[in-house]
């Protein structure tokens, strides 16, 4: 009777043990409490049909990420240093009237041989001042709309965060609210979905700043000057959002900021088209937070706990464009910062109890 005491006083010390180191780290930002969640894995998942020989890469972020995250701040310093001198995203980013001044040319960072003057109309949409404050953020929180997120109730974690980046005008109410937050600082929208979803702003206006509105008074980041055929439209996005008096401020990302982007991960390993909209978000977030966590950033169509069948995104099933992003080899070097201490991946549910 003893023995079997003995044992199973062992066993629930080795347990709170095991629970004890996997905990999630507490940062110093009294909102921010994140803490670590106890991956299910046993084995390698299997291919399945939705996510052919995939198996291996689960289960090496999987390994990764089942590891204590903590920051490694000289990692971190280097790696913002180097991004920072290649591409100065807090100055460059977003045009303004300082870093473009009336008269100069804008090179489409999507079509290098065309280009366009900036002349007085076109520069009266600039802003005026620095659209960021001098001031880094101490965390910020870069949110994906990868299918992972669906049922993960990382919403409050999310909104805790001082600086929250969105990507692509996503749904923040009513159902999803829970899983994703409702936060947000700055959102980016992809001219195609100006195109597609509201016919190009050339009919009824109003549906964009319905939707809009749930994004209160944040940055609307808006890639006008990356192909000749998004400018119009993204010009039109300006002044519907000023016509209609929308709180929201819509900002243009500068190509020049995306060129020297391209050229830094390319530098790092990465190999494709176009960055996508996510590693484009991840890195201005590194040069202005002194923290970074990344929601909804996985590229496979499984869940990595529970192996479970994945839609694209947390609010619909469409699929992104084929061969146009490489979103597992820009996961792998997102894990690889994970790995690193420069930026922290959160993979799988938030825990209930932080609620």
Same mark, same amino acid.
């Given at each position: 009777?003893?023995?079997?005491?003995?044992?199973?006083?062992?066993?629930?010390?080795?347990?709170?043990?095991?629970?004890?180191?996997?905990?999630?780290?507490?940062?110093?930002?009294?909102?921010?409490?994140?803490?670590?969640?106890?991956? $299910?894995?046993?084995?390698? %998942?299997?291919?399945?049909?939705?996510?052919?020989?995939?198996?291996?890469?689960? $289960? $090496?972020?999987?390994?990764?990420?089942?590891?204590?995250w903590r920051k490694q701040e000289d990692n971190f310093k280097k790696f913002r240093f180097q991004?920072?001198?290649?591409?100065?995203?807090?100055?460059?980013?977003?045009?303004?009237?300082?870093?473009? %001044?009336?008269?100069?040319?804008?090179?489409?960072?999507?079509?290098?041989?065309?280009?366009?003057?900036?002349?007085?109309?076109?520069?009266?949409?600039?802003?005026?001042?620095?659209?960021?404050?001098?001031?880094?953020?101490?965390?910020?929180?870069?949110?994906?709309?990868? @299918?992972?997120?669906?049922?993960?109730?990382? @919403?409050?974690?999310?909104?805790?965060?001082?600086?929250? *980046?969105?990507?692509?005008?996503?749904?923040?109410?009513?159902?999803?609210?829970?899983?994703?937050?409702?936060?947000?600082?700055?959102v980016t929208s992809n001219p195609s979905i100006l195109l597609d979803k509201y016919r190009s702003?050339?009919?009824?206006?109003?549906?964009? *700043?319905?939707?809009?509105?749930?994004? @209160?008074?944040?940055?609307?980041?808006?890639?006008?000057?990356?192909?000749?055929?998004?400018?119009?439209?993204? *010009?039109?996005?300006?002044?519907?959002?000023?016509?209609?008096?929308?709180? *929201?401020?819509?900002?243009?990302?500068?190509?020049?900021?995306?060129?020297?982007?391209?050229?830094?991960?390319?530098?790092?390993?990465?190999?494709?088209?176009?960055?996508?909209?996510?590693?484009?978000?991840?890195?201005?977030?590194?040069?202005?937070?002194?923290?970074?966590?990344?929601?909804?950033?996985? %590229?496979?169509?499984?869940?990595?706990?529970?192996f479970q069948d994945l839609t694209h995104h947390y609010n619909d099933n469409k699929p992104a464009?084929?061969?146009?992003?490489?979103?597992?080899?820009?996961?792998?070097?997102?894990?690889?910062?994970?790995?690193?201490?420069?930026?922290?991946?959160?993979?799988?549910?938030?825990?209930?109890?932080?609620?």
């Amino acid at each position: 009777m003893k023995g079997h005491l003995s044992s199973l006083m062992i066993s629930v010390l080795f347990a709170g043990g095991l629970l004890t180191t996997l905990m999630w780290y507490k940062l110093d930002n009294k909102n921010m409490k994140y803490r670590r969640h106890l991956p $299910k894995m046993k084995i390698a %998942p299997r291919s399945t049909d939705s996510c052919k020989n995939c198996g291996e890469s689960i $289960k $090496k972020a999987l390994e990764i990420s089942f590891k204590p995250w903590r920051k490694q701040e000289d990692n971190f310093k280097k790696f913002r240093f180097q991004l920072s001198s290649k591409c100065n995203g807090f100055d460059k980013a977003i045009i303004t009237q300082t870093n473009t %001044p009336l008269g100069s040319k804008l090179v489409y960072d999507g079509q290098k041989k065309t280009s366009l003057q900036v002349k007085p109309e076109i520069f009266s949409t600039f802003p005026k001042g620095h659209p960021f404050s001098n001031k880094t953020k101490l965390t910020c929180a870069v949110v994906g709309n990868g @299918g992972i997120l669906a049922n993960s109730r990382c @919403g409050k974690m999310i909104d805790s965060a001082e600086f929250v *980046i969105r990507c692509n005008l996503p749904p923040v109410t009513n159902r999803h609210e829970k899983h994703v937050g409702s936060k947000t600082n700055l959102v980016t929208s992809n001219p195609s979905i100006l195109l597609d979803k509201y016919r190009s702003l050339m009919e009824r206006r109003r549906p964009l *700043i319905e939707k809009l509105s749930s994004y @209160g008074d944040s940055m609307l980041l808006l890639p006008a000057f990356s192909y000749s055929i998004n400018t119009p439209v993204c *010009i039109r996005a300006l002044y519907t959002v000023q016509d209609f008096e929308s709180p *929201i401020r819509p900002v243009f990302l500068n190509p020049q900021y995306l060129e020297s982007l391209d050229l830094f991960w390319r530098s790092q390993g990465w190999k494709a088209s176009r960055l996508s909209t996510g590693i484009m978000m991840t890195s201005l977030a590194l040069e202005l937070c002194d923290n970074v966590h990344l929601f909804g950033f996985w %590229p496979f169509s499984v869940h990595p706990h529970t192996f479970q069948d994945l839609t694209h995104h947390y609010n619909d099933n469409k699929p992104a464009k084929s061969n146009f992003h490489a979103m597992p080899t820009e996961f792998n070097l997102l894990l690889q910062l994970h790995s690193q201490g420069v930026l922290q991946l959160h993979l799988g549910d938030c825990e209930p109890d932080y609620y």
